[in-house]
């Protein structure tokens, strides 16, 4: 089976493919403090809740957005998989032209995500992530990467108000059950919650304008569905659609050389 890895900011994402078969994945927090062997450990921890084996895997692809934990990635499948990773990155792969003033500062997932949403689509697309930071990504019908936005995650937004109002308490990240809210939980939720979908209708809207071309939008991340449902610009949510962009670039770089920092 192949293992594809996707470490973001706050959340790192493990998916295991048999064929083309998403069969396991896993999401956990990201925590650039843990060294190879406790990785390890957490992993075979997953694996054994499966009934899997580290040796069930037969190669692994990673995605990283945090520079400090792909060395240790990488370590840890020489060391435990003896498998030299393909890495998302320079010199790699992806079939997708990159028309950034400087590619290299593209983060992995964006690309990853572009990917594969224009491989399942075909036509022109925006791409919204919904991680630490909430990416906007722009593909044309072409299938080349045209750049984006980057807008500070919700619950970011949140952690900041959270800490500059003293008498504010912090809540939950959900759908409040109306807009004009009644209390001051409430009124939180309504702000945090539609706030952003205002921020999503109106950057997509925006970007729309800009290209001159109807464009599919395509949301994936933990808050995709939630805010999908009142967001009106989204089109389409797939929540595994980084896990299925490393798949895809791992077939189109699959019997060439692995690719390490």
Not at 46 to 55: D, I, N, V
Not at 59 to 77: E, K, Q, R, Y
Not at 158 to 173: C, G, H, I, N, Q
């Amino acid at each position: 089976m192949l293992l594809v890895i996707d470490i973001g900011n706050s959340n790192t994402v493990l998916g295991l493919y048999a064929g083309e078969t998403l069969v396991k994945n896993w999401r956990v927090a990201t925590d650039k403090t843990r060294t190879v062997d406790e990785y390890a450990i957490l992993i075979d921890c997953l694996f054994g809740l499966s009934e899997l084996q580290f040796k069930d895997v037969c190669d692994v692809i990673i995605s990283c957005v945090v520079p400090p934990l792909l060395n240790t990635f990488v370590a840890l499948c020489q060391a435990y998989f003896d498998k030299k990773p393909y890495v998302v990155g320079p010199g790699i792969k992806t079939g997708m032209p990159i028309l950034y003033d400087n590619p290299k500062e593209v983060g992995a997932d964006r690309i990853v995500n572009a990917v594969a949403a224009y491989e399942k689509y075909r036509r022109s697309l925006i791409v919204v992530d919904f991680g630490t930071a909430t990416t906007f990504d722009y593909i044309s019908g072409k299938g080349e990467y045209l750049g984006g936005a980057i807008a500070p995650g919700v619950a970011i937004s949140a952690e900041a108000l959270f800490e500059r109002a003293s008498k504010l308490p912090r809540v939950d990240l959900s759908r409040p059950p109306q807009v004009i809210a009644k209390n001051t939980v409430s009124s939180m939720q309504s702000g945090i919650f539609y706030g952003y979908v205002g921020l999503v209708d109106g950057i997509v809207s925006r970007m729309k304008q800009e290209a001159g071309e109807p464009s599919l939008v395509v949301a994936t991340g933990g808050l995709a569905p939630s805010i999908a449902v009142e967001a009106k610009t989204i089109d389409e949510v797939e929540p595994m659609l980084t896990l299925d962009g490393l798949l895809i670039i791992y077939h189109r770089n699959k019997g060439g050389k692995s690719h390490e920092p």
